[in-house]
């Protein structure tokens, strides 16, 4: 795991969580205490990740602030500056002169509970060493997605044989298994060489560079893919609907008591660091 770094794309506008995005961070909304982007740090460290790299833009400096330089989180943290936000594909590219080993993307507004989870998909990756493995939810409207379909699928994985951006219903028809579609929940562990198929990856729609394209091309040049499908929670903050559903599934299964005493314990830790300085 100590050669596993971690690449959390983060300089996303946030257009669907107006009006709070439009004064901070999206990744900054706070679940059960914790902003979004504490909590994917947590699943990265929970896989034993020690160092990752955060990919931020235009007035992202709050999420900086909250941050640091991760010393607060026991990893360390470094920013790369996005200067066009031209989609996922093309944030992840940002991390090509930084990055040459596997490596694992975590959006920093997804929400997955157990943080666990992502074991188990570095686990399947390191078993069967594709270009990419990529964690899926179920969900029953594909339409915006980006949607894959399994074959020979055992235990909850599968070797991916074709996806897709935001299909149409009809579109979406023949990746459909059982009544339900396996959608991209925003947990990937690439090897570096998929950077060579971004960067040969043409934008789509709203000219933005996909990173279901992308490895839809690697597949196409004789890559293997696979999906995990998760067993926990997975949500993404970046969407009200989601937000305030994943809240009203917590509120009554949470340890306040615990949750208390650790954010008092880190407000100490940091004040203890800074009065160092």
Not at 142 to 171: A, C, F, H, W
Not at 238 to 255: A, F, P
Request: with cysteine.
């Amino acid at each position: 795991m100590n050669d596993i770094v971690g690449l959390i794309p983060a300089a996303g506008g946030g257009t669907r969580m107006y009006p709070f995005s439009r004064a901070v961070p999206k990744e900054m909304y706070p679940i059960m205490g914790k902003a979004v982007i504490e909590h994917s740090i947590e699943n990265l460290t929970e896989a034993g990740i020690k160092k990752i790299f955060m990919i931020v833009g235009y007035q992202k400096g709050a999420l900086m602030d909250y941050i640091g330089d991760g010393s607060f989180y026991n990893v360390k943290v470094s920013y790369i500056y996005q200067l066009e936000r031209r989609g996922l594909g093309h944030a992840i590219l940002q991390g090509r002169d930084w990055i040459n080993s596997t490596f694992v993307v975590l959006l920093g507004d997804s929400f997955i509970e157990p943080k666990k989870e992502i074991n188990s998909l570095i686990e399947l990756h390191n078993k069967k060493r594709p270009v990419a493995s990529i964690m899926l939810f179920r969900v029953r409207d594909p339409t915006g997605y980006g949607i894959v379909k399994l074959r020979n699928t055992e235990n909850g994985s599968g070797e991916i044989e074709k996806l897709i951006e935001k299909p149409d219903m009809k579109q979406a028809e023949e990746y459909k298994i059982n009544g339900d579609y396996y959608a991209i929940c925003g947990l990937y562990v690439f090897e570096p060489k998929i950077f060579k198929y971004i960067e040969k990856t043409p934008p789509g729609a709203k000219n933005e560079i996909q990173i279901t394209d992308a490895v839809k091309l690697a597949l196409e040049n004789g890559e293997k893919a696979y999906g995990y499908v998760i067993r926990g929670e997975y949500m993404d903050i970046g969407r009200w609907s989601t937000v305030l559903n994943i809240e009203k599934k917590l509120v009554n299964s949470y340890d306040i008591k615990r949750s208390i005493k650790e954010r008092n314990d880190l407000a100490k830790r940091i004040s203890e660091m800074e009065s160092r300085k």
